[in-house]
């Protein structure tokens, strides 16, 4: 059940709906600390987040997000080979419109505290200098789920590049799968629209 509803609520680079308890411990690897970092924000808005409201929520995530993601490398890559012929503008409005639906997800969905437990297993360090973010989402009966995440330098910082349920399910794949769809039928514009549409809806609050 359990993987199930992660599978489900996972919709964006991240936890969507699942709350977390404070059960990572503390790493000196920069990436690892990255995460932590994500998490002591994320859990410190949960526990605020009526308080907050929806508003309030978008506000405190949208500079933790920025930080922890690299948003920019995730659109391009999302987007595929053809992200080099459009122009600047054209990519900034991909970029902008993604970060929105991205804060704002994170935003609709973090609106409570109830208690799993989130916790950083190892950092793994790979050939070509990326690290691998190995975590578990533990219930309360001890049943775990591996959520795995993509690290990569972005100038002095790590940041997260994707994401892997279950440890092997990529979900900026799927994030590009949706994009190559959205693009095939009506070019960047739609994926523009879409994008702003998913952000309107979910700061709507519907």
């Known amino acids: 059940m359990l993987r199930s509803r992660i599978a489900k609520i996972i919709v964006l680079f991240g936890l969507a709906v699942l709350t977390l308890a404070p059960a990572y411990s503390e790493s000196s690897d920069p990436a690892a ?11 410190d808005t949960m526990k605020q987040a009526k308080h907050l409201g929806l508003k309030g929520r978008y506000d405190k995530l949208s500079p933790v997000l920025a930080k922890t993601y690299d948003l920019t490398s995730m659109s391009r890559i999302a987007f595929g080979s053809g992200w080099a012929a459009l122009s600047q503008e054209q990519q900034l409005d991909i ?7 991205t804060v ?3 935003a609709s969905r973090f609106d ?24 578990q989402i533990v219930k309360s009966d001890g ?24 440890g092997t399910i990529s979900e900026l794949a799927n994030r590009r799968a949706e994009f190559g769809a959205i693009l095939k039928s009506g070019g960047p514009d739609a ?15 519907s």
Do not use: C
């Open 143 to 166: 049943g775990a789920v591996p959520l795995n995440y993509l690290m990569r330098k972005s100038g002095s910082d790590w940041k997260i590049v994707d994401i892997y349920l279950d």
């Open 33 to 43: 600390s990255r995460i932590s970092s994500l998490y002591s924000a994320l859990l």
């Open 191 to 205: 994926l523009v629209g879409s994008l702003v549409k998913q952000g309107d809806k979910l700061l709507a609050g």
């Open 95 to 101: 970029v902008n419109a993604f970060t929105r639906m």
């Open 104 to 106: 704002a997800t994170y």
């Open 112 to 135: 409570g505290f109830s208690g799993e437990q989130f916790e950083i297993l190892e950092t793994i360090d790979r050939p070509n200098g990326d690290k691998i973010v190995k975590t």
